[in-house]
């Protein structure tokens, strides 16, 4: 017979206590950084997710997108942005984005899709913003792809190119405002996030993305 | 596009058990980097640099030819063959027949090259017995006749042949950089590729795989890496360079008087756009030669039906730097139009460029 209970032995309540997991929660997430880390549940991208930033065209959606990245780059996450055709380069910097580990791949022609799939094997952040309309199938393939892999994909929105499915957390600038010296200083972005879960209610923020340092920051 | 100079050392092209080979290259691409600093080593044998820097420095092309030659002599003791054209893949078959193809002929150059060029025995044996027999004949093919006769990367050799891709993916050694920064013990300028142990983690093998798999599938350039490097104007400091290419270490520790300031565009343009500013009798603005503006901007027109209203405009910030060529007279203008876009403008050789987006 069995030499040993084939049931699951009872802990005792004390070790139950002390027991924990081995893949804490903590470690499927994606840091984000500081604007953002108050306006989103747990002030992390959860893995497998996929983030929508919806803008009109030159108000601030891709220095919005860029920003979502700066903080897990500087932790060693690698990003891959697919289909900026001539990406601000000095301007990720500022935004605190660590270059050494961005893969671009500017011009992807008709395969944009598929270049986002094969980076969001290796990376765990790519930006894709799509040069002509994405159609459900490819959006819907790129999404299921990304929960597969545990990456995020962060999915540019324009009117004319917009993201056709409904994204775990969507970022819709309303209104882009700059304040300006003798120079242009900062553009106050207003901001609407929603999405599933605790974010099903939306709520609007007003943020500073860049600021006069090029940075972004909260009000 | 521009010209570059290839050096072709057949005795250094194969690697020697003892590592000399590797020794050797090192030496000479010292010795090259004398001369022009842009030199890199593409692969074991092959060495490439632009010319028109030294050319004018050392007085014409004949001269720096025969510098070079006379510099891989000096160094390796061993002949060199010589090639000049405009992209990498015509510059180094230019090399392999010692030609210098002048500048605007490279296309012609390389559409009468034979198919064996590209490396593919396959792809050369069928379209000979099409009756095509020059690089020409087949860039000429239907794109989409190329992909269902081939597979994908007979699509990208065919983008090569057209001239829309200037290397071929087997041209470069992504190791090679690296093996010799570790012979030289520069070791550190790779730092950036290492994990937090010093060692190289799994995340950036994974990321390098990722992107070699896109370079199968898009073609050499596909995959693109950025440094940041000193310059005025934000389009300066900005380098994008094929991923796998050596890297060049970041040199932004100097001052540079004048720099425009944060916040920068998020979209530099590679290849700036011409424009026209108006004011608000619809004349044209110009910059003239003190770097004053003739009158305020009022509206940009990119091309003849597409005028934006500026609602707000500051500048023009000269860029002084090779004051003693007239030609050189830069300034920059940021904008704002009326539906909100933020514009960096450039004003060179006089006329007005769209420079960057603030998008």
């Known amino acids: 017979m069995f030499a040993f209970s084939p049931t699951r032995p009872s802990l005792s309540p004390d070790l139950l206590a002390r027991v924990r997991p081995v893949s804490l929660a903590k470690t499927r997430t994606i840091p984000l950084g500081e604007p953002w880390r108050a306006l989103v549940p747990e002030g992390t991208l959860r893995r497998g997710s996929t983030v929508v930033v919806e803008a009109p065209v030159g108000l601030g959606g891709l220095s919005l997108a860029l920003s979502l990245v700066s903080e897990a780059s500087t932790r060693g996450h690698w990003a891959g942005v697919v289909g900026v055709d001539d990406p601000g380069v000095v301007a990720m910097a500022e935004l605190g984005v660590d270059l050494r580990r961005v893969l671009f791949v500017p011009r992807p022609g008709g395969a944009w899709a598929e270049s986002a799939a094969d980076l969001l094997d290796g990376v765990d952040l790519v930006i894709v913003r799509p040069p002509s309309r994405p159609g459900h199938q490819s959006s819907r393939r790129l999404m299921d792809r990304v929960r597969e892999r545990g990456s995020v994909l962060v999915a540019l929105s324009e009117p004319r190119v917009s993201w056709p499915l409904p994204a775990d957390i969507l970022f819709r600038v309303t209104q882009a405002e700059w304040a300006t010296s003798s120079r242009l200083d900062a553009r106050y972005l207003t901001v609407h996030v929603s999405g599933r879960g605790e974010l099903a209610r939306g709520s609007d923020h007003v943020v500073i993305v860049p600021n006069r340092r090029g940075a972004a920051e909260a009000r | 596009m521009e010209q570059l100079l290839a050096v072709w050392v057949e005795s250094l092209a194969l690697e020697q058990p003892d590592g000399s080979t590797l020794r050797d290259t090192i030496a000479l691409a010292d010795a090259l980097e004398a001369m022009c600093p842009f030199t890199e080593v593409v692969r074991l044998g092959l060495f490439v640099m632009p010319l028109r820097g030294p050319s004018r420095f050392f007085g014409g092309d004949d001269a720096v030819l025969r510098m070079v030659r006379q510099c891989v002599s000096d160094?390796?003791?061993?002949?060199?063959?010589?090639?000049?054209?405009?992209?990498?893949?015509?510059?180094?078959?230019?090399?392999?027949?010692?030609?210098?193809?002048?500048?605007?002929?490279s296309d012609a150059f390389r559409r009468a090259q034979p198919l064996e060029v590209l490396g593919r025995k396959d792809l050369a044996t069928t379209c000979r017995r099409l009756g095509l027999h020059t690089l020409g004949a087949f860039a000429d093919l239907d794109s989409a006749r190329v992909g269902e006769r081939f597979n994908k990367h007979a699509l990208i050799l065919h983008r090569v042949a057209r001239g829309e891709l200037t290397e071929l993916d087997t041209q470069r050694d992504p190791k090679l950089a690296r093996r010799l920064a570790q012979l030289r013990g520069e070791d550190d300028l790779f730092d950036e590729q290492q994990g937090f142990f010093g060692q190289r983690g799994a995340e950036d093998d994974r990321a390098d795989a990722a992107a070699r798999r896109v370079r199968e599938r898009l073609g050499a350039e596909a995959v693109v890496v950025s440094n940041l490097q000193g310059g005025r104007g934000?389009?300066?400091?900005?380098?994008?360079?094929?991923?796998?290419?050596?890297?060049?270490?970041?040199?932004?520790?100097?001052?540079?008087?004048?720099?425009?300031?944060?916040?920068?565009?998020?979209?530099?343009?590679?290849?700036?756009?011409?424009?026209?500013?108006?004011?608000?009798?619809?004349?044209?603005?110009?910059?003239?030669?003190?770097?004053?503006?003739?009158?305020?901007?009022?509206?940009?027109?990119?091309?003849?039906?597409?005028?934006?209203?500026?609602i707000w405009f500051a500048g023009p910030w000269p860029l002084v730097e090779r004051w003693w060529s007239r030609h050189r007279r830069r300034a920059h203008v940021q904008m704002v139009l009326a539906s909100g876009e933020a514009l960096l403008v450039a004003a060179e050789s006089s006329r007005w460029w769209l420079v960057g987006i603030y998008d």
């Open chain 2, 75 to 105: 160094v390796v003791g061993a002949p060199t063959k010589l090639g000049v054209a405009e992209g990498l893949f015509c510059a180094e078959l230019a090399a392999h027949r010692e030609v210098l193809v002048p500048r605007g002929g």
């Open chain 2, 234 to 310: 934000p389009e300066d400091r900005a380098t994008l360079v094929p991923w796998g290419s050596p890297s060049t270490v970041l040199r932004d520790r100097a001052p540079w008087p004048g720099r425009l300031s944060a916040p920068s565009p998020a979209t530099t343009l590679a290849h700036p756009v011409p424009l026209q500013l108006r004011d608000e009798a619809n004349r044209p603005v110009v910059l003239n030669s003190r770097g004053v503006l003739s009158a305020a901007p009022a509206a940009v027109i990119f091309s003849s039906p597409l005028r934006r209203e500026i």
